[in-house]
């Protein structure tokens, strides 16, 4: 099975900093894979598929890159809404799917 | 809009046997693939199954395969999830997704999802 590896597990910044939260695959997924958010008692809201293809209604401040192994989430300029926990997710097979620890961004 | 919501939580006995459900609306929920994906307290996501959008394929994470059962009823738009021979390690926060792909993916994320529902085995 593919493992999937987030880091940091934790990460503290303040308003308006520039993030980036990395995920790195076991082995090569191309470029399948997406991005949640999730809050506090909330479910996962999805914000990027494909590794870099930004959800319909999700602020442009939120990118995406990578392939292979080894990919980022950056936010450009963090506002007081993002803080949350991240997960990414690999989609490489139709019969399993694997995701990260998951990252949970704080308040500096 | 599009809505998934969860039903059939509780609390339960180790060994025993609880069945989730849930109803979709807002979309064809004949057009997709499901997901059931679990978060256990503090804990990160863990996918647990998924379902074709016509009940023909069905595939499951190592830690249930055996015990729990995915299915669907496209005639009701409702996705199920029969969970036997509960373990104290599944408890969890149990979500159903709807599964989208690209055109050029094999694999299916979740892309939206209901608000869960919560089950607890303990004894």
């Known amino acids: 099975d593919i493992q999937m590896t987030q880091s940091p597990s934790t990460l503290s910044a303040s308003v308006g900093d520039r993030v980036t939260i990395t995920c790195r695959a076991s082995?090569?997924?191309?470029?399948?894979l997406a991005w949640y958010q999730q809050k506090p008692g909330k479910a996962p809201k999805l914000l990027i598929s494909?590794?870099?293809s930004l959800e319909s209604g999700v602020p442009s401040r939120f990118s995406g890159s990578g392939s292979g192994t080894e990919f980022t989430l950056t936010i450009s300029s963090l506002q007081p809404d993002d803080f949350a926990t991240y997960h990414c997710?690999?989609?490489?097979?139709?019969?399993?799917?694997?995701f990260g620890q998951g990252t949970k961004l704080e308040i500096k | 809009q599009v809505q998934l919501v969860e039903s059939g939580g509780g609390v339960v006995q180790p060994g025993r046997s609880l069945r989730l459900s849930c109803a979709a609306s807002?979309?064809?929920?004949?057009?997709?693939?499901m997901h059931w994906v679990r978060q256990a307290p503090g804990k990160g996501l863990e996918w647990v199954a998924v379902?074709?959008?016509?009940?023909?394929?069905?595939f499951y994470a190592d830690s249930v395969k055996g015990r729990f059962t995915i299915s669907r009823d496209n005639s009701k738009n409702t996705l199920y999830l029969q969970m036997n021979s509960l373990r104290a390690e599944d408890t969890a926060v149990y979500y159903c997704?709807?599964?989208?792909?690209?055109?050029?993916?094999?694999?299916?994320?979740?892309?939206?999802w209901g608000q869960g529902t919560t089950i607890t085995v303990s004894s």
């Open positions: 997710q690999q989609y490489n097979s139709y019969s399993s799917y694997t």
């Open positions: 082995q090569s997924i191309s470029s399948w």
């Open positions: 494909k590794a870099s």
């Open positions: 807002g979309f064809t929920f004949s057009a997709y693939g």
């Open positions: 379902i074709w959008y016509d009940g023909s394929n069905e």
């Open positions: 997704a709807r599964a989208r792909n690209h055109y050029d993916s094999s694999g299916y994320f979740p892309d939206v």
